[in-house]
């Protein structure tokens, strides 16, 4: 099984270097403990894709709020992903 | 040749569109008709006759605006990086020391630091602080980015809110020769962003000035893979059931699904004959006069970084009704970012409001004269500014709204674009998008916005959507 946490933080770290991403809080939202805006969102929807292979429609970037609710949904994908 | 998207301009947006098309993988392909990437904001150099060798100069580059100290968050400069994946640190920003905007009997200086602007207010302006304090707060409240917002009247709003017509002249007069497209006046939402971009963050320059992020922009290019074609000017955009297929330029005919043109929105429309659509030409454009002198002029003589200078109690924005308008200029002395090294020759740069059709139709000869006019009173203006100074340039560039028309393809030389922009990118033809000036963000830091989130908005996100 892929470590989705741990995935979503190197992302995370690579789009937004200047976030420290040591002491998240799983369950609080990403944008209310980082500087996250909606174009970072995006950039967290592109990189899934482009390194990952793993597709999130828009209407499901809410469910990318907090790092326990993106493993609940990335969870699933990740096991059925291509690689 | 088939592409995921092509790219029509290699200026500020086109560089920063084309950045985030192939961050994530599209064939990109950037087509500039000159022999040089920046557009507007491009670089030129000339032969140094007194000294050898070549002498280096921006073609625009006063102050790059949105001003942030390393580390800040949540400002239109710091999604920049994040967004361009570039560091702070790469763009070597120098502060400036302070700006000045100079009417007949008051001066307001404003820095990076917004209360000296507050401070000045207060001091000069005490009967009309609160309407001030309240302009400051509508602002901050205000969402700029709301791409549906109509136009509406930012003089309109500044008489409802302040008592003091002089100090809404005063503030309005650094952000309407920085940014509208608009004669006298400029759309709120546009007010609102310049306001933020000069009063709250301020002015510095990239230490080697825009050749600096020109090459930031084409090292990431390059790095990931995008393809950049110089002196290939679009001659046509194709259109096939009122949806773009592709481009015609330099006779060959490329192919792309989605096409972003950073080349103006009327300039957009003549490439395009089947488009429907009627943007008028901005009316505004300049003239620049670059002078070199000998040394830098001594910070005890002009401590400004620049000096926005009205003769007069009211601010007219408008084409100048004799060629050029020499009641008002803006007047910006490079030297004075930090660290304020003071050996070397000293620059400093003039610009005036113009008025295009009557350069355009003068002959040769006179057109070299009256460049030489514009030179004249622009210096003239320089040594009244600067207690002491008489020293002759060795250097004087002039350059004309005719140099800008030629140089970058703008219709009547027009440097804010249209005046009806097309605020979601859109044009009648889809997939068709107009990026940069015309979309409505300007500005070094504000086109590169514009490409940044049309190439988002048109490139990325429509296809996560296809990706359901
Ligand atoms: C004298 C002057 C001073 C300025 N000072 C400042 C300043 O101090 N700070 C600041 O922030 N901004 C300044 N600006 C404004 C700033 O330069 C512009 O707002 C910004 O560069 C616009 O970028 P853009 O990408 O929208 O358009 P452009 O820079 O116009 O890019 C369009 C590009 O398309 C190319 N092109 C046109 N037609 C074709 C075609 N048919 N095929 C292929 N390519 C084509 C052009 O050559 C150009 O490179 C200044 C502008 C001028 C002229």
Partial sequence: MADVRQIVIDIISDIAPDEDVSSIDDAKSLREQLDLDSMDFLDIVMELRKRHKVEVPQEDYPKLASLQSCVAYLGPKFATAPV | MTYDAIVIGAGMSGLA???????????????????????????????????????????????????????????????????????????????????????????????????????????????????????????RAFNELDLSLGYSSSRQVLRSILKDDLLAEMLLCPLLIYGSAWEDDMDFAQFVIMFKSLYFEGFSRPEGGVRTIIGLLMNKLQELGAEVRFKTAVSEILVKNGEVVGVVASGEVLLAPVVFSSVGYPETVALAPSLEAKPRVGAMTFLESIFVFDHKIPLTANEATIIFANNAQTYAYRPAQNFFDDVSAVVCFPDNYEPHVRDGEGTVRVTYMANYQQWKDLERSRYLEMKQVVGESALALVHSLVPGLVEKPLFTDVFSPLTIERYTGHLNGTVYGSTDKTRDGRTPVKNLFVIGTDQGFLGIIGAMLSGISMANLHGLMSEAKQGE
Avoid: W
């Fill in chain 2, 17 to 139: 569109a084309g950045i985030r098309l192939a961050m994530f993988d599209k064939r990109v392909l950037i087509l500039e008709k000159h022999s040089i990437p920046g557009g507007l904001n491009s670089y030129y150099q000339r032969r140094n006759f007194d000294r050898g060798g070549i002498r280096q100069f921006d073609v625009g580059l006063h102050a790059l605006t949105n001003f942030i100290k390393k580390g800040e968050k949540g400002k239109p400069f710091s999604k920049l990086l994040k967004q361009l994946r570039l560091s702070y640190d790469d763009f070597k920003l120098c502060p400036q020391s302070y700006s000045a905007i100079r009417f007949p009997e008051t001066q307001l200086r404003f820095s990076n630091d917004f209360e000296l602007l507050r401070s000045e207010v207060f001091e000069k302006f005490p009967h009309d602080i609160d309407g001030f304090n309240l302009l400051v707060e509508k602002v």
